[in-house]
């Protein structure tokens, strides 16, 4: 009897083996006919699909695949290859070609996906576990129970059970609709609370609406943090660029008094650097493109520093002490800058690319993901604080600079060579715009006008910090960058704008020495 019993199950296995194997029947019918007909015989065969079905569909998807005497062929190079056994077979001279249309590619490339739930690789299981979790399809049940009962991997296994779940949504019974509810309110996803929505639009049974807008409530809830903390996230990024923006402007004119408009181009200069390093690399340097930015730092701040240098000796200098014609006189600097890079580059935006390891970012939770190129830009700027204090405290040009700017006579009569001075402070401004630039290219694309967007907001920057404090230059950049991005959460992008610069106004009419106030003689 134990004989006959192991029998029976051997003959069982062999049986179900067959069935689940692809057939010549069964490729013929997905490659030829009507595309309904086509459509179902793919649907019916990812159910119970093995190698050489998932090899099949990806032979339709690649158009590699012939029809020849009665039999679907798959062609490789000048050779044909049976697909049910993988064996060579010559190709006839009339084979013909199989043509599928837009429905029949999206429904080979819908299986192909779904095949991945079987894959060896877990994390190609996972996305394909979401993807049904975002689409579901009742023709898919089957295929998901199937999966379920030999996957092992808990994280997959758990995202399975959300397909699943997502699926029953659909049911005709309502029990198990409330139960699907019920499974996906664990699943804090934008994807999750979007399906429920659509559920809950289409949903007559008053039970059913209960426990889907219950599932809403508890996934909006834990969504709420993670938006908190996404424009919490999205304040420190603007706020950093604002920093890098803000600092070379806090030597030019909290340290030197001089208006500069022309810093934005100074940055754009930067930019544009930046743009030039990479397309050499690409030319030249292909392999090592990935570091391209590491080489485009020193020369945006040169090129920036050089330009700003000779602005000083050439039209600054004879402007010390006449705000109003330095305002007039660099924004009309700014404006052949602006033309000659349009005659250079030309009008339109160029494309800085992010280097492979700036790509992607770090998930925290399922509607929290912190870029890459973000993060470096957040501790470049500390950085460039951090270098920038270091000159300005601890070396001998920070010593004159601050010994000029403090008394200019005096340090003249010390020996200190103040026109070289000015020169030299301008030049690390403007160098400090131009590296500003450089990490303002792996945000957004590189314009003639990328100066123009960021000026005011410089500007505010370091007279709402108080002029020529470091310190308050910082918190002015963090406090503007985290006030605009919640407050256009809450009134839109404009109306943030309109608001953080009244907000600035009020404050500087009640403290117009800014945040942090010159002390001492210097404040007299």
Known sequence: ????????????????????????????????????????????????????????????????????????????????????????????????????????????????????????????????????????????????????????????????????????????????RIAAAQALSASATPDTRLLLNERATLEEDAKVRAALGTALRAIDGQLAWGERLGAAFSGISLGSILLLVALGLAITYGLMGVINMAHGELMMIGAYATYVVQGVFQKYFPGAFDWYLVAALPLAFGASAAVGAVLERGVLRFLYGRPLETLLATWGISLVLMQLVRTLFGAQNVGVENPAWMSGGVQLLPNLTLPYNRLVIMGFAIAVLLGMGWIIGRTRLGLFVRGVTQNRPIASCMGVHTARIDTLAFALGSGIAGLAGCALSQVGNVGPDLGQSYIVDAFMVVVLGGVGQLAGTVYAALGLGVLSKFLEGWAGAVLAKIAVLLLIIVFIQKRPQGIFALKGRSAD
Do not use: W, Y
Request: glycine residues 6%; charged residues 20%.
């Open 1 to 176: 009897m134990l004989r006959c019993f192991l029998a029976l199950c051997a003959g069982l296995t062999l049986c179900t083996g067959a069935a689940q194997a692809l057939t010549a029947g069964q490729a013929l019918a997905m490659a030829a006919g009507d595309t309904d007909d086509r459509v179902a015989a793919v649907q019916q065969a990812v159910v119970h699909a093995d190698e050489r079905t998932a090899a099949f569909l990806q032979a339709l998807a690649d158009d590699a695949v012939k029809i020849a005497a009665g039999k679907a062929l798959i062609v490789r190079g000048d050779q044909g290859q049976d697909p049910v056994t993988g064996a060579g077979v010559p190709l006839p001279d009339d084979a013909e070609d199989v043509i599928s249309n837009n429905r029949m590619r999206g429904e080979i490339d819908q299986a192909l996906a779904t095949l991945a739930l079987f894959d060896q690789d877990a994390s190609r299981r996972l996305a394909a576990a979401r993807a049904l979790t975002r689409a579901p399809d009742a023709g898919r049940m089957a295929l998901l129970d199937r999966a379920l009962a030999q996957e092992t991997q808990v994280r997959v296994r758990a995202q399975l059970e959300l397909a699943r779940a997502a699926t029953l949504l659909g049911s005709a019974d309502a029990a198990q």
